[in-house]
């Protein structure tokens, strides 16, 4: 079942005549699938290349045309979609379509709804997305027509390079809907309980260098730190999300820093605390580094190599410390992967390390933990008490997690 992060809201999606419009019944399709309630409006030129059935087959209401203006709800049609709308979506947005919005021009529902939603700035956000040919996304008057909708406070979101329908490879080719759905999951999700708080988050394994060629990690996928990034974005907060090399795509709306070993964690982690209320240390940091590296890949025929190691530093104790003199983070959670003795060994972490929060999770349990996208964790707090979760999904975790930070936080 697809996560209902923006159950609820109200987005109003307008499509233009291009041939990107297929692109916006999958977009419309994403929006519903993620809770959304999505309304539609179709301009005469978008009825050349998609029907009203089309979205209401995939939003569950109907799409509206210029026709309606002229049915009995016509003096009030506009008013209540541009008032009703959370957000206003125009994707794709033609060249025509930009010059009337920029100028107001009223002459067909969409934009005579836009001019009642207004300017698209603040908490009611004005998301376009350009889908054109090259030249005439160049042009300077289609170029002056975007700059008057982005001073007044509207998001244009790109157009791509890509394969255009004139057969050339230009920019000009409408944002896929998978990009604008994280930019409008962004938007919406300003408002939540954490609003002006910052969060920092760690993610994947770090990497410590042997020779040029070979290294020590972990079996962390990054899966866990970038659903608890994920979820801290949508309750509302500002994200700074170090990550160790990992192959997945981080959350839109995050600053993103990329890290590679346990030094450089280390380095990232304490100079983006400094100004946190929160860090969750998800990531899984190396205990150990070869206390030298080998500046020439090391050869079989040189016989077993003897590699001696060193410990690193232990991130979470050098942040708890600098919180007593310091007084941030406000709010600090530790993980701990364990394979026997969990809640012994997770509780021991908690209490040395002086920490709010320990998520704890047995890897050697099947189905959940490494690279997998469950996990069953144990939540234990410095009290003594422990709150044993089920198997979830790893954002279903990350969202439990989040809602006790929230209550964690001082008011």
């Known amino acids: 079942m697809a996560e209902k992060y923006l159950d609820q809201k109200n987005v109003l999606l307008g499509v233009t005549g291009s041939i990107a419009a297929y692109k916006a019944a999958d977009l419309a399709s994403k929006l519903t699938q993620a809770g959304a309630l999505v309304d539609v409006i179709l301009t005469p030129a978008a009825l050349e290349f998609v029907t009203p059935l089309t979205f209401q087959s995939v939003t569950g209401r109907p799409a509206v045309t210029d026709e309606a203006l002229w049915g009995a709800q016509a003096h009030v049609l506009h008013v209540g979609l541009g008032h009703t709308a959370e957000l206003f979506v125009i994707a794709p947005a033609t060249a025509n379509t930009i010059a009337k919005l920029a100028h107001g021009l009223a002459d067909n529902l969409l934009v005579l709804t836009g001019l009642s939603f207004g300017p698209g700035s603040g908490a009611r956000p004005l998301l376009i997305a350009p889908a054109m040919d090259g030249d005439m996304l160049d042009h300077p008057t289609t170029q002056a027509n975007l700059e008057i909708l982005r001073q007044r406070g509207a998001i244009i979101i790109g157009p791509e390079i890509g394969h255009l329908a004139s057969g050339l490879e230009a ?99 304490i100079t983006a605390c400094a100004e946190a209320d929160v860090l969750l240390m998800a990531a899984a940091v190396a205990d150990f580094k070869p206390i030298q590296v080998v500046t020439q890949k090391i050869k079989k025929i040189s016989g077993l190599p003897s590699i001696d190691l060193e410990p690193t530093a232990d991130i979470l104790s050098i942040v708890s410390l600098k919180r ?42 099947a189905g959940s933990g490494f690279s997998v996208d469950n996990n069953q964790v144990t939540l234990l707090y410095p009290d003594g008490q422990s709150m044993p979760l089920p198997l979830m999904t790893k954002s279903e975790v990350a969202k439990r997690i989040i809602a006790e930070v929230v209550k964690l936080l001082p008011q």
């Open 171 to 269: 920019r000009g080719r409408m944002t896929e809907p998978a990009v604008l759905l994280g930019h409008i999951r962004y938007l919406l999700t300003r408002q939540g309980p954490l609003q002006g708080h910052r969060v920092v988050v760690s993610a994947g394994g770090t990497q410590e260098q042997i020779d040029p060629v070979r290294l020590i990690t972990n079996r962390s996928s990054g899966k866990q730190g970038y659903a608890l990034a994920q979820a801290a974005l949508d309750a509302g907060a500002e994200v700074i999300l170090i990550s160790a090399p990992v192959s997945l795509t981080a959350p839109h709306g995050v600053t993103l820093v990329q890290v590679t070993s346990a030094a450089e964690m280390e380095t990232a982690v």
């Open 324 to 365: 007593q003199q310091m007084g941030n983070p406000r709010v600090i959670v530790g993980f701990a992967a364990e394979s026997q003795d969990l809640l012994v060994n997770a509780q021991a972490k908690l209490k040395s390390k002086h920490l709010d929060l320990m998520v704890a999770n047995d890897i050697s349990q």
